[in-house]
């Protein structure tokens, strides 16, 4: 059990957390022809989209209403109105989403009487499902924004029980959180089909931002879950929901449709994947297939080889909750010592992370406890590369965003091979490190008995020393 | 709020900007900035750019005062580059919760700014303001006012929260700031007859050090550069230089201006991007300093520098012009970029086939017109998917543009080069010139681009099967066959048929695409490819037909 704690600070210094808003409209990413819109001043897109462009490496379809100071005075419902219009005559999308940021959360507008008024107004929009979800800036992280709308999308355009149509219990519904890449989502279609099963992704980002080069230019997403199929989803005999953020969304599905569901809250590490595999077993009625049994025999090998690494080490991670429990469970399931973990938002799992403390905070909290504890490994998305190299520690990234490296959307994780693949990343960046700065020399025992021992910046001065400069 | 309003009245007013001066009255009162239309806007607020503008002050702590999205979506996204401090790439955000909302957030912000100085202790604070905060009514101006006599550190506010207007207006809005709470307030150690101040320039991926080495060689001393590698103290001591060079026109064009008015330091406007236009800059560097009273040799010395820089860079892009020689171009980017980039190109033998003048001036059009012709295809607007088309229709072959539309130009298989800020390379200078050709060069030149072109296997093979049929059916009815010949499309982008080249190569005997390309609307881009194999194919049917 770990203690929850939050900084008393008042300056958050180098955020790990990044806002609401653009975890919403990450959200609508993995719907196909969707167009995410942001209603708040254009600040509020540029940046998200920036953001996005370059952890993806991909065209990303963002838009704004574009609130200026006397619109956010009089109330943006002209803007809303506007911003949907020209969408629908300019991107002809399927879809659009739209999340409310901190500025028109301010303000006090309400959104949903707005797209009331519009639909009124304008009936050629009546059939453009239009999914709105509030998304404030000032409140929660970018899992809450993913969180809420995925639940809003299942509760606004999945359709409700039909007598006429039956259920069919090869489709398997998949609600994943956003802490898994593109690549997650691909390996586990893999999975669920070698089952037998037919598996519907909300939302499908492998769709949309896998980074497949498509036939023609659209400036919507292209490609992701269709509208259609989402209505639809009331038929699959099972929901599947990955991470504890998804649960919400599951239990909506549930109550609408009558769809049992599941919640794995992780799938990296040997335990996690033994329960989904007997679980996908019990619900299609097929054996393990041969691949997985063999798949299982690499990853436990590899677990034997990675262990001499990976073990001892006292690792600082700074994550999103989901993420966080995922990862720093493998890794101490592994024989590592979770020494610092920071995460961005409130969640019921991260008390139950294997650590003595959980740190809600940024970060400086992140880098000053790593330092303090001397720990020799660092997880993290891109912005710890400051802290990493002040640090001196093998760094690896995970989580979004991860701007200066190539291939953030194929990251694995899940599943066996997932698993043993991340394993080995780790592990070869240990060593990597340990052959670069960590040779031994004639006089490296050579030192004071009883100093604690820092591997890595043991020649850095003492603790007090900031290394801003 | 009102001073505010008026702060931006002010910049609208900006006798020194040449569009602003062919205005009407009532025109000038509306503003430059054109009214954002909801749904089809692109680009940052006036936050993101007062927050460019100044983040490249290197010893400065950069304060967001809002809540997290400000900061927290966008720190350390770009490519400056810092002789010294890492300072201002550390985010500090009060990330304001519900409560500070309800409350105010002047409390937490006055704590921010004493943890900052206890724990990094800055040579000075900029503390943003943000829409959120700006709408509660925090008072930043008394927040920083207070915070700067308590601590006895300058504590400057930003006062432009992103829903004023645009990244250009913040921009202004930060040398706004500059203006009233920094120039002027310190003294240098020491001046010369040489010094001067470069404005508007960021030292993206450290290009300003492709021009420094050159500067230094002249002992022309950077005083101040607002604000790429800048430090609080030279900034607060930038009124004592005897020039000022303003590099990047469209952002801090009031600085400089009000430098001149205040403490009488004269500016020009000038680029160092291209070979010509880094000779320029640097003559009237010497020239303007001259002026003020620098010893005359200094122009006789600039004279050799030039001349040997640009022997030397003309030799270093020689043996790329073959090889570059009438590739065409597509530049989108905006302001002073397009006409300096375009003269770069041109200078290294590429032919362009249209730019982007979305964020110039009139001044800047009429630059382009000089530079590229009468037939210039300037391009006001540009949405992705006309960008799409032309590249897909092979009317360039190479696109220059900022990182947001690279993928248009990759998705469509097409070169693509960075010339914004989030490039990896730098440009300027006769160096950065000389970079910029090797780059665009290694793009043209990959092996890659034919590979991509190539269809996959199972197109091939569709297509292997399809000509397999067609001579069976030809035999069969020659009506029919010549339905088929007419309705396949060889070319996309323009509907060329397979029957309209065919009879074409055959009544003209072509031999080469480039001939097919002359003789029907085939664009031979993206279809070059099938219009070759048709070439080696030549069937026999396609004989009988046209006989």
Known sequence: MAIVTAPTKACAVNPLKMSQPIGGAFAFMGLGGAMPLLHGSQGCTSFGLTLFVRHFKEAVPLQTTAMSEVTTVLGGYENLEQAVLNIYKRAKPKIIGICSTGVTETNGDDVDAYLKLIRSKHPQLAKLPLVYVSTPDFKGAFQDGWEKAVARIVEVLVDGPNASRLRDPSRVNVLPGCHLTPGDLDELRVILEDFGLSPSFLPDLAGSLDGHIPDEFTPTTIGGIGVGEIADMGRAGWTIAIGAQMRRAAEVMQAKTGVPFRVFERLCGLCPNDEFMTFLSEISGRPIPLKYRRQRSQLADAMLDAHFHIGGRKLAIGAEPDLLLDLSDMLSEMGAQVTVAVTTTQSEVIERIQTKEVIIGDLEDLEDLAKERCCDLLITHSHGRQAAARLKVPFYRAGFPIFDRLGAGHQLSVGYRGTRHLIFEIANLVIAHRDKNDQPTPDRWRTARGLPLCPGYRSSAGATERSVA | ?547
């Open chain 2, 1 to 547: 709020m009102s001073s505010l309003a008026a702060r931006v009245q002010d910049i609208f007013n900006e006798p020194g900007c040449a569009k602003n001066g062919s205005k009407s009255e009532a025109e000038r009162r509306n503003g430059c900035t054109k009214q954002l239309r909801p749904g089809s806007a692109a680009g940052g607020c006036a936050f993101d750019g007062a927050k460019v503008a100044l983040q490249p002050f290197t010893d400065v702590a950069h304060l967001v005062h809002g809540p997290i999205a400000c900061e927290g979506n966008s720190w350390d996204n770009r490519g400056a580059a810092s002789s010294g401090s890492d300072l201002w790439r550390t985010a500090f955000t009060t990330d304001l919760s519900e409560t500070d909302i309800v409350f105010g957030g002047e409390k937490r912000l006055c704590k921010s700014i004493k943890e900052i100085i206890d724990k990094y202790d800055p040579s000075a604070i900029f503390v943003y303001q943000t829409c959120i905060p700006a709408m509660i009514g925090d008072d930043i101006n008394a927040v920083c006012k207070a915070a700067s006599r308590r601590f006895s550190k300058p504590v400057i506010p930003i006062n432009s929260p992103g829903f004023v207007g645009s990244k250009n207006l913040g921009n202004k809005l930060a040398g706004e700031a500059l203006l009233d709470y920094v120039i002027g307030t310190r003294e240098p150690d020491y001046t010369t007859p040489y010094d001067i101040n470069l404005i508007g320039e960021y030292n993206l991926s450290g290009e300003l050090w492709q021009v420094k080495p050159l500067l230094d060689e002249l002992g022309v001393r950077i005083l101040c550069c607002i604000s790429g590698d800048g430090k609080y103290r030279e900034v607060a001591s930038s009124h004592r230089a005897r020039a000022s060079m303003l590099v990047c026109s469209k952002s801090m064009i009031n600085v400089a201006r009000k430098m001149e008015q205040r403490y009488g330091i004269p500016f020009f406007e000038g680029s160092f991007y291209g070979i010509q236009d880094s000779s320029e800059s640097l003559r009237q560097i010497a020239r303007l300093l001259v002026e003020r009273g620098a010893p005359t040799d200094l122009l006789g010395r600039t004279e050799t520098v030039i001349a040997r820089e640009e022997a030397w860079a003309w030799g270093a892009i020689e043996p790329y012009k073959p090889r570059i020689e009438g590739k065409k171009a597509l530049l989108v980017t905006g302001g002073v970029k397009s006409w300096s980039v375009v003269a770069a190109l041109q200078e290294a033998g590429l032919e362009l086939v249209g730019t982007s003048v979305k964020k110039s001036t009139k001044e800047d059009k009429e630059r382009i017109k000089e530079l590229m012709g009468h037939e210039a295809h300037m391009i006001e607007d540009m949405t992705p998917r006309e960008m799409y088309e032309i590249l897909k229709g092979a009317k360039a072959d190479i696109m220059l543009s900022g990182g947001k539309s690279q993928f248009v130009a990759l998705k469509a298989a097409v070169p693509w080069l960075d010339i914004n800020q989030e490039r990896c390379h730098a440009y300027m200078g006769y160096v950065g010139m000389v970079k910029l050709v090797e780059q665009i060069d290694n793009s043209l030149s990959s092996p890659m681009w034919k590979q991509l072109r190539r269809p996959a296997p199972w197109e091939a093979l569709a297509k292997a099967m399809e000509q397999m049929q067609s001579p069976a059916t030809a035999l069969a009815d020659p009506a029919l066959a010549e339905e088929s010949r007419r309705a396949r499309k060889i070319c996309m982008c323009n509907k060329v048929d397979l029957g309209t080249i065919e009879d074409a190569i055959y009544a003209h005997r072509l031999r080469s695409v480039e001939a097919v390309r002359e003789h029907t609307n085939a664009v031979g881009g993206c279809c070059q490819r099938r219009i070759e194999d048709i070439l080696a194919s030549e069937p026999s049917a396609m004989r009988q037909a046209a006989e």
